[in-house]
């Protein structure tokens, strides 16, 4: 009996010193394997950003790092994605940016403050009727609140065929944000918020 107690521990010995061998045995390998996939890994690259179209796949989060937005509202312009501030009213289309020469408001005859989007020009717009792709949609800010476009911006904008969405500039800016993270082509036209006009 005692020989049997003895050999059972002699093999349980055994097997834990025969387990370390192993164990040690295949963090080595493993080693040897890493150290082989380094060597094949050298030169492979692999660009996340570019989807792999044969996949069949690709990331619909992924947006584009380089995608211009409007991420304050400030009383006398906007501050973008980009780090800019631009002061005054602003337009940004395909990406871009634009400070437009629109006059400041301004009282008329009888004394009222009038918006400056209800004066403005149709050659202040000129660059929407060039640009490739032309946007689908222009969003207006009207400052603090709603404001209506001249009769001839209107005209002008009917003509080459741009729709328009009207509303104060921080909703405004909010809608050109989520148009544009959805991969729609929209345009925005704002003053800034401070007008009350």
Known sequence: MRRGAGSAWAIRHNSSDNNNINKNARRGHLRDVAEDRRHKDDGFKYDMKEPLLDAGFANMFQTDAAMLSVVENLATGFRLSNDHTVYGPLLIVNNEAFSLKIPPPQPDSSGR??????????????VLSVVVPKPELLVVGGGAGIAQLSRRAREYLTSIGLNVELANSKNASSTYNTLSEEGRNAALLAIPAGVCA
Do not use: I
């Not at 403050?113 to 000129?126: E, F, H, I, Y």
């Open 113 to 126: 403050v009038r918006n400056p989007l209800t004066l403005l020009d149709p050659d202040a717009l000129a």
